[in-house]
């Protein structure tokens, strides 16, 4: 059923929709870890403003205003941004499930399908411009 090619990725024979599905599932884990990386870069642009809050605590005690400093210490920054949860958690809980489970999902269909691997669609369409370039 797999034979080897110049470039040592195994080709499957696949129908049409098989291929599709193999697509659009590397797609999806694509914009999967595309949203994971704005997960990160929110988790870090909330500790910066963290950073900025916990200085602006100093600044205000320093002013007199012991008050704001007070619930600034006291209120929000022990506070969670989401249920009491802090960024890292979200990230973490976002990595432990819907990250690691989709991410096995799609893994395990490439390796029931075409023994693993991965972006079939420009390992076909590589294939084809190398052998049109060549003839």
């Given amino acids: ?72 210490r006291d209120d929000l920054l022990p506070a969670g941004v989401v249920d009491d949860a802090w960024s890292y958690e979200l990230v973490e809980a976002f990595e432990d499930g819907f990250l ?3 991410t096995a999902f799609e893994r395990g269909v490439r390796d029931a399908l075409v023994e693993g691997d991965d972006h079939v669609t420009e390992r076909d369409q590589q294939r084809r411009w190398r052998t049109a370039a060549r003839d």
């Fill in 100 to 102: 690691a489970e989709t």
């Fill in 1 to 72: 059923m797999a034979e080897q090619t110049d470039d040592s990725a195994t080709a499957v024979t696949l129908d049409a929709a098989e291929r599709e599905a193999l697509h659009e599932l590397r797609l999806g884990i694509e914009h999967v870890y595309r949203g994971y990386g704005h997960l990160l870069a929110f988790h870090h642009q909330v500790g910066r403003g963290m950073d900025r809050f916990a200085r602006a605590r100093d600044l205000l005690r320093e002013a007199g205003h012991d008050g704001f400093a007070d619930r600034l």
